[in-house]
């Protein structure tokens, strides 16, 4: 059969490609080490399983607002004023089956064919393919390792013109760690305001897992917040992968459009979930201090064993679980059989020769990094880092 041609606009993510191959090796009995995917080791808290527990006991099984339950917005509406000082009112808000359902609405609402949309590099694969499949056109812009992968207020001021529509960016930042401090958002929030006709899309899902200090949105700045379209959700601070629920928070015109797409597409999301995801955001966040402990001890452990790797750059990730260093002195080397031409030959080369999964940097628009995910115990991370180290020192 013939299928639709929009499907050439997009490719699997190559997140979820390595993560197949992890696996099919691991059937084969190969011992492999997957650090490729972006998912909490940890077990989802046992007063959110239990809240899931109770709801299914009390009836909680049947169809829901498509928006999500009015508990459930109104939780969310306190966390964003407890955690970030921001008013949202409850029809400001929309929960939808994972946090990329809230980007996929948001960018089918607002994006026409040819709109431009202005996207940093390195991004999550998902931002470029979302752009694609509303038919416009993703402007990027290139951030490098000297300056943690950020943006600058200079940088984003040269990128926008007259067909700028929208602005896609995340903090803490996957696959960096990158975590915006508040006087670089306010440097952006600068140029934004002498460009009122441009949108924000603020991808906020990893922002309980910071180690520099307090998050910072940039809808907190004056001005803007009727410009932004907040996304978060459970599946990283709360260790809640499987249960698939993110949430937005924007301008009400936009939420109503986001109501309107998901209605057709999945309706709302899980009855269980929310009503475990109400107990997740009213509830005690001592079990994700503790994961974010532990992914700093990662964080310290493998930035520490990648700089000490020679031919690897690494920067000091401020918040998530990734490490994204800078492996291009390794392009053209070759340990005798394998020849080193991309970072995509560089990861499967890791793959084959040491057994540890990565995810090549063009997947994120940086061909010269590679993507290592710390969501796994300091000890598979050590193995790994060994492994690593022993293919590296084959490459001449």
Excluded at 10 to 18: D, L
Excluded at 144 to 160: G, H, M, N, V, W
């Amino acid at each position: 059969m013939e299928l639709a041609k929009r499907l050439d606009r997009i490719s699997e993510p190559q997140t979820i490609r390595m993560a197949k191959l992890s696996r099919e090796l691991k059937a084969q009995g190969h011992d492999i080490i997957d650090l490729s995917l972006g998912e909490p080791d940890f077990r989802t808290p046992q007063h959110i399983c239990d809240a899931a527990t109770e709801a299914m006991a009390a009836g909680y099984t049947k169809y829901t607002p498509v928006v999500g339950y009015p508990e459930l917005r109104e939780a969310i509406s306190h966390k964003l004023k407890r955690d970030n000082g921001l008013d949202y009112g409850i029809d400001e808000i929309i929960v939808s089956t994972g946090a990329k359902q809230c980007l996929a609405n948001a960018v089918l609402s607002i994006i026409n064919p040819g709109d431009e949309v202005i996207i940093p590099t390195p991004y999550w694969v998902t931002y470029s393919a979302l752009v694609q499949l509303a038919e416009g056109t993703c402007k990027f812009v290139d951030c490098f390792i000297d300056t943690d992968f950020k943006l600058t207020a200079d940088k984003l001021e040269a990128a926008i013109t007259p067909q700028t529509k929208l602005f896609i960016f995340s903090s803490p930042c996957n696959p960096t760690g990158s975590v915006y401090s508040r006087e670089e958002l306010a440097a952006l929030a600068e140029v934004f305001l002498r460009h009122p006709h441009v949108f924000i899309i603020s991808d906020e899902i990893y922002e309980y897992i910071n180690f520099s200090g307090t998050h910072h949105s940039i809808a907190q700045f004056p001005g803007l917040k009727d410009r932004v379209a907040i996304v978060n959700g459970m599946s990283k601070g709360f260790a809640m992968t499987g249960w698939r629920l993110g949430y937005m928070a924007a301008p009400k015109e936009l939420v109503q459009a986001c109501d309107k797409f998901q209605a057709q597409f999945t309706s709302a999301t899980s009855s269980i979930t929310q009503r475990a995801s109400i107990a997740a955001l009213t509830g005690s966040l001592e079990a994700t201090r503790e994961m974010v402990k532990a992914f700093r001890e990662r964080r310290d452990y493998v930035t520490d064993a990648l700089n000490s790797m020679p031919g690897v750059k690494m920067n000091v990730p401020d918040g998530a679980f990734y490490a994204f260093p800078n492996i291009s002195s390794f392009i053209g080397k070759s340990d005798g059989e394998t020849v080193i031409n991309n970072d995509e030959d560089f990861s499967m080369y890791l793959l084959h020769k040491a057994h540890v999964t990565t995810v090549n940097g063009g997947a994120f628009g940086n061909p010269n990094c590679i993507r290592i995910s710390t969501a796994t115990s300091i000890d598979k991370l050590k193995k790994a880092m060994e492994r690593i180290k022993a293919a590296l020192e084959k490459l001449h």
